[in-house]
């Protein structure tokens, strides 16, 4: 498997750090990366959503009018969906979305788009993350290069910088994140991801099969 450079505050790189063939080294499994952003998007929703059926909306059971002889299609109570104000017929209630991957399913798929994008090139190695000041000019006279040169930008560090926080918030397309909330989803939508090298050898060492 091939080196990623290690870029300096300079933005040029300066020496290679060799990365493991059993995680960097893997065949696009399209599959496998569909079914962890599916299960990661089903894990985010609420599913508060609810409406009412015939027997939960308020109204009388009394039938309106008798079934025959009025000249009028039949009916019977108010709380029929046919009516305004009436239930809803196959409406959504309260429910959970999630659906879980095994252990192994999910890091398969996260070492196969790492594969990917180091194959593509759009995976960076920085030296590290910080700013003196919250300054946004500042984080952009850093950082600018990769904010011109793609369209969506995330950051990787062990630990958020506040900082660099503060000053990227405002960057259209640009994310900073910490190792612990790095998802399977936002590597995929990331168009270039940028880890600080502790960040990528600890990621390294977990997904080790």
């Avoid at 080294?25 to 609420?46: F, M, N, T």
């Avoid at 009916?75 to 809803?88: A, K, N, T």
């Avoid at 990769?146 to 910088?161: G, I, K, L, Q, S």
Wanted: without cysteine.
């Amino acid at each position: 498997m091939g080196n990623v450079s290690v870029l300096y505050d300079s933005m040029e790189p300066q020496r290679e750090v060799k990365l493991p063939e059993e995680v960097f080294a893997l065949p696009y499994r399209r599959d496998l990366i569909h079914e962890a952003v599916r299960a990661h998007r089903a894990a985010q929703r609420l599913g508060t959503h609810s409406t009412k059926r015939r027997d939960e909306v308020s109204g009388s059971g009394k039938k309106l009018w008798k079934q025959k002889h009025t000249g009028r299609a039949r009916m019977g109570e108010i709380r029929s969906p046919l009516w305004y104000h009436g239930g809803i017929t196959f409406g959504p209630k309260p429910r959970d979305y999630q659906f879980r991957l095994s252990r192994k399913t999910r890091q398969a798929a996260v070492r196969s788009l790492l594969s990917e994008r180091v194959r593509r090139g759009s995976l960076k190695v920085i030296d590290g993350l910080s700013l003196k000041e919250p300054r946004t000019k500042e984080f952009l006279a850093r950082f600018g290069k990769f904010v011109n040169e793609y369209r969506t930008v995330m950051f990787v560090d062990e630990a958020r910088d506040k900082n660099l926080h503060l000053a990227s918030r405002n960057v259209p397309g640009v994310k900073l994140t910490s190792l612990n909330e790095l998802n399977i989803y936002d590597l995929a939508y990331y168009e270039a991801v940028i880890f600080t090298e502790k960040a990528l050898m600890k990621l390294t060492e977990g997904l080790k099969p």
